[in-house]
């Protein structure tokens, strides 16, 4: 079983990533894009990275914004896993955003 992070290291594990905040026993991150189809195309992105990385995040579109929650409920809060797909979403964003004008943080 996976286990929760302590205060120390999910604080230390937040500031390597920009644009995410913590919302209780989760951190979430907002995405504007261009358009709504743009939005719809992220989040299919989105979802190949997590099936790949077998944590799914909890998936909010309104119009051309995303906001994406993680969190591990099977361990009733943040783990390890929670950072490393943010890490890998936002390794993913600049890559998108490096090929055209697609998904930018608030």
Do not use: C, K
Not at 54 to 83: E, K, M, W
């Amino acid at each position: 079983m996976v286990q929760r992070l302590d205060e120390a290291a999910i604080r230390q594990r937040l500031a390597a990533l920009p644009g995410w905040e913590r919302t209780g026993d989760a951190i979430r991150r907002t995405y504007r894009l261009a358009t709504f189809r743009d939005a719809v195309f992220f989040v299919n992105a989105v979802a190949a990275l997590a099936e790949g990385m077998n944590h799914h995040p909890d998936v909010d579109i309104r119009y051309r914004q995303v906001t994406l929650t993680l969190t591990t409920h099977s361990a009733g809060g943040l783990t390890d896993r929670d950072f490393e797909l943010a890490a890998a979403i936002d390794r993913h964003t600049a890559r998108w955003r490096g090929a055209g004008e697609a998904a930018s943080a608030p």
